[in-house]
């Protein structure tokens, strides 16, 4: 079990298919019978079991992101059922025919990515490739995807299902983008009429929709969010780069306080924080490692030298006496985020120094 996906054959002609899917699709863990063994399945690192397939899917289905089977889209529903859980943890399920003329998603087709590795196995085997997903057969924005190559993350996941009845539905659809990449629509042709863009939830209210795809890294009011959630999804883009200073010791809790309260003051939301930038000196920092691992938030470091290269608002030659730089938070905050101002230029509380800077992506 060391890759992402296991390939699953129960069949001579789907032990072949199988071995055929290895040698294309190098992210591959293949099973089949002992019987349809041919010698080199150690060399191969493939399993030859012995039972029934139905003693090992329930493993398989709990230890990888992807379960393809070479087998009837019966056998597979039948197998699995028992095992479904949520659509956002169960894994990518995808079956092939015995003959490899069809590859069918079956299962998590967008969040767990079944859809694509439908094609992906599809490409491989020269089959074609079998998606029912209303919003990819009608090549229009797929809800519970929008933006995930960005990393952007969906607030209010119960609407989702709804919203994506308003697209599939072509009811007036409004997409409005306050920061983040702009690059998600996937396809060649034009947005379809009923989608329109905007930069602004004010721009967008005045002009009568159904439903509404909001991508902000802010806090909404209460009357933004009746207005625009009711029948909306919240998208969280990654654009919010956090500059912080720390004394020496200082607890991951102090950090994270005086990192909420700042975003908080200021109505940024912390789902959007992209990631943490500090001076070199605080790499092996214990808490702010500790608040970085907690969130999944990357920590990317500067060296004084570099840091000095920035013109900030508040240089201090306390700062520079202890680690050499005029400034920690707001360098660090500008260089990380390319940004050409700040949200918040500097706050310090307690043992802890916070810059704010926003990733524009227009």
Known sequence: MTKSTAVVAITKHGTAIARRLQEQLPDVDVYYPQKFAQ???????????????????????????????????GAMVRLVAPLLRDKKTDPAIVVVDDRAEHAISVLSGHLGGANLLTQQ?????????????????AQTVAVDLLGREYGFEIDNFEMVTEVSAAVVNEERVHIIQEAGEL????????????????????????????????????????????????????????VIVVGVGCNRGTSAKEIEHVIMHTLNTVQLSMKSVRNVATIDLKADEPGLLELCARHKWPLVTYTAEQLNQVSIPNPSDTVFKHVGAYGVSEPAALLSSDAKDFVVEKVRSGNVTVSICIVSHS
Not at 194 to 202: G, I, M, P
């Open 39 to 73: 010698g080199d399945e150690v060399s191969r690192e493939i399993t030859a079991f012995s039972g029934s397939v139905v003693d090992y899917v329930p493993t398989l289905f709990s230890a990888y992101s992807g379960l393809v089977g070479i087998f009837s889209l």
């Open 121 to 137: 196995v599809a490409k491989a085997l020269g089959a074609r490739p079998v998606i029912t997903t209303a919003s990819d057969v």
């Open 183 to 238: 690059g998600w629509w996937p396809y060649a042709k034009p947005l379809p009429a009923y989608l329109k863009v905007f930069n602004s939830l004010e721009a967008a209210r005045q002009q009568p929709f159904d439903a509404a795809l909001v991508i902000t890294p802010r806090l909404l009011t209460k009357d933004e969010t009746k207005q625009f959630l009711t029948r909306g999804v919240l998208y969280r883009p990654k």
